[in-house]
C-alpha cells in the first residue's frame, strides 16, 4: 500500500486541510484528541473516503511514536490548536524517534485592534490580573487549563467557562471544582451576536480569550465585549516555527512526486 499522511487535527485549518487530501485522493490517516473531533470530520462525510481512517483519543508521546513505526506514512502533519504546546512537542519528539518528515500547519496571524484587549503572555498573570478585577468574569479558554483559574477569589460564584461539549471537558471542568450553572457546554466559533447574549446574561465585566485569530471567533468575542462595554484580556499565542496551508499542501504533493518518480 502506498504509503500516506499522519494528519494530527482538531482545528479549522486541519478540517480544511482533510477536505484538500480527500480531494487529491491522498490515503490519510487522521487524529483527533477527542470523539468529538472526529464526530465533525464524520459529519462532513470524510470518513473511509479515498483512504481517509478516522481516529479519536489523546496519545502519549510513546504512543504517538508507535502508531507512526506501524503506519509509516510518507510525513506527519501537525494541524493541532496553536495552544496545544505539549501536543505539539510530543509529535515533533515521535516524528523524530520514528524518523519520518514532520510539517507543522500554522494559524494565519490576525491583527489585534490597538486598544481592544489586554494582552498577557500566559494563563498564570491573566490570573493576577483577574485578581484585581471586580465583577463576573467569561473564560473561554476551553476546558484543559481551568484549574488555574481557581486561584480567582469567588471563582465559584462570579467566574464563567465556556467549553466545548463532550466528557472530557465535563471531568475538566468538574476537576476545577467550576459548578454545573458556571459551565456554559457550547460549539463554536460564536457570533457578536452570540457572544453579546451571554455577557449580558451573566453580568460579565471581563472576558478571556486566547488569541485564537478568525478561525477561532476571536474578533466576535471583542467586538461583542466593546459593545457592552466588557474588558477583555487576551492571552498571547505561543511563538512557533511551521507553515501555512499553501506551503504544506505544496510540500506534501513535492513528496509524492518525489515517491512517483523514485
Known amino acids: ?5 499522519m494528519l494530527f487535527a482538531g482545528t479549522a485549518e486541519g478540517h480544511l486541510l482533510c477536505r484538500w487530501l480527500k ?5 490519510t490517516d487522521v ?3 477527542t470523539d468529538y473531533g472526529t464526530d465533525i470530520l464524520r459529519e462532513d462525510g470524510l470518513e473511509n473516503i479515498s483512504g481517509m481512517i478516522l481516529h479519536a483519543g489523546r496519545l502519549s508521546e ?5 502508531r507512526m513505526k506501524e503506519l509509516q506514512p510518507m510525513c506527519i502533519v501537525d494541524a493541532t490548536h496553536p495552544y496545544a504546546e505539549e501536543a505539539t512537542a510530543n509529535i515533533r519528539h515521535a516524528a ?6 514532520c510539517l507543522r500547519l500554522l494559524r494565519e496571524e490576525s491583527e ?4 481592544s484587549t ?3 503572555p500566559d494563563m498564570e498573570t491573566a490570573v493576577r490580573r483577574l485578581r484585581e478585577i471586580p465583577g463576573n468574569i467569561l473564560l473561554t479558554t476551553g476546558s484543559k487549563e481551568l484549574k488555574v483559574f481557581a486561584g480567582i477569589p469567588d471563582y465559584r460564584k462570579r467566574v464563567y467557562a465556556r467549553v466545548l461539549p463532550g466528557t472530557i471537558s465535563g471531568q475538566l471542568c468538574r476537576e476545577a471544582g467550576f459548578p454545573d450553572d458556571h459551565v456554559i457546554r457550547k460549539q463554536g466559533p460564536f457570533s457578536e451576536k452570540e457572544n453579546l447574549e451571554l455577557i449580558r446574561q451573566y453580568g460579565i465585566s471581563c472576558l478571556v480569550t486566547k488569541e485564537t485569530g478568525k478561525a477561532g471567533g476571536f474578533y466576535e468575542k471583542i467586538s461583542a465585549a466593546r459593545i457592552s462595554g466588557c474588558r477583555v484580556i487576551s492571552v498571547q499565542r505561543p511563538k512557533e516555527e511551521g507553515f501555512g496551508m499553501e506551503e504544506v499542501k505544496k510540500r506534501i504533493l513535492e ?6 518518480d523514485s
Request: proline share 5%; glycine share 8%.
Open 1 to 5: 500500500m502506498d504509503k500516506g499522511i
Open 23 to 27: 480531494k487529491e485522493k491522498i490515503r
Open 31 to 33: 487524529f483527533t484528541a
Open 62 to 66: 510513546k504512543e504517538m511514536t508507535d
Open 96 to 101: 523524530a524517534n520514528a524518523g519520518i518528515p
Open 112 to 115: 489585534i485592534p490597538e486598544g
Open 118 to 120: 489586554e494582552r498577557v
Open 255 to 260: 513528496m509524492i512526486s518525489e515517491k512517483a
